[in-house]
């Protein structure tokens, strides 16, 4: 595909939106501003054990969402408008029942949510023009778990949008060439790459996991934090895989120059 110097009027708007999306971010659950100062503070007195416990969950359950929804979902459907709202009221239902439950059904719940997460990402990424078929699709759609915005509670790995991505492909270089070796459980890049992407991912995990540990909240604040969750990551991967549709049109290195060259205004 020929590549062209200079992005148009609506691809620059395109791209500017996409940058919003992933830097005016805070926490992966913003919308629960209300509950910010008993969040901050339980965040501070969690553990050693128990942030081991949970980055050792985030690892584990995305694990088992790569094994589960890169292989099983149907890769062939044609391309159509993403299920967002579906998948949002499948995961705000998860959270009602987990929320209900209070911190011990936190683990059951992140399964089923990441795992809803992860099937909505590969939508939107389908919708944008990826092939489902394609090991750097499938990393890409990984990748989102580790994407946007700025935590002070994380320095596993750079949070600029392209910092983060060169640091996810320095992660895999060397080439695994397919998931295959995943599901085998031998050791590979893919691994690598997962275990990185587990680090970002646990910060948003553990947010979760305090703010659902607030036994005033119960199944209405559930709902409510894994609707915020969901709402986060589809945003994510909506502006990650329209950067990708425009890199396949203008070549990286030109929508890289662009994006960094745009101001934000907050």
């Known amino acids: 595909m020929t590549k062209t110097k200079v992005l148009s009027i609506e691809d620059e708007l395109l791209l500017l939106n996409a940058k919003k999306k992933m830097e005016d ?4 659950m913003k919308g629960l501003n209300t ?7 339980k965040l501070a007195l969690l553990p050693k054990k128990q942030q081991q416990w949970l980055h050792d969950l985030s690892y584990k359950v ?3 969402v790569v094994k589960s929804n890169l292989f099983s ?10 299920w967002n709202k ?5 995961v705000t239902s998860s959270g009602a029942i987990g929320g209900a439950f209070g ?4 683990a059951v719940d992140l399964g089923v949510t ?3 997460m992860m099937r909505s990402i590969m ?3 389908r919708n944008e023009g990826e092939d489902l078929n394609e090991l750097d699709t499938q990393l890409a759609c990984l990748q989102v778990f580790a994407l946007g915005g700025k935590s002070k509670h994380d320095n596993s790995i750079e949070t600029g949008y392209y910092a983060s991505r060169i640091a996810l492909s320095s992660a895999v270089k060397g080439g695994a060439t397919a998931l295959g070796n995943l599901v085998a459980g031998s050791a590979n890049p893919f691994l690598t790459a997962l275990a990185v992407i587990a680090s970002r991912f646990s910060v948003q995990v553990s947010e979760k996991f305090v703010a659902q540990a607030v036994p005033v909240l119960g199944a209405a604040g559930g709902a409510s934090i894994n609707l915020a969750f969901i709402n986060h990551f589809q945003r994510m991967a909506q502006a990650h895989f329209s950067i990708r549709k425009l890199e396949r049109i203008y070549g990286q290195e030109l929508v890289k120059e662009a994006y960094e060259k745009m101001s934000i205004n907050k």
């Open 25 to 28: 971010v805070g926490w992966a």
């Open 35 to 41: 509950v910010g100062n008993v969040l901050e503070s």
């Open 62 to 64: 995305l694990h088992t």
């Open 73 to 82: 979902m149907r890769k062939e459907r044609p391309k159509s408008a993403p």
């Open 86 to 90: 579906t998948y949002k009221a499948l």
């Open 103 to 106: 911190a011990t059904a936190f």
């Open 114 to 116: 990441t795992k809803l």
């Open 123 to 125: 939508d939107i990424a």
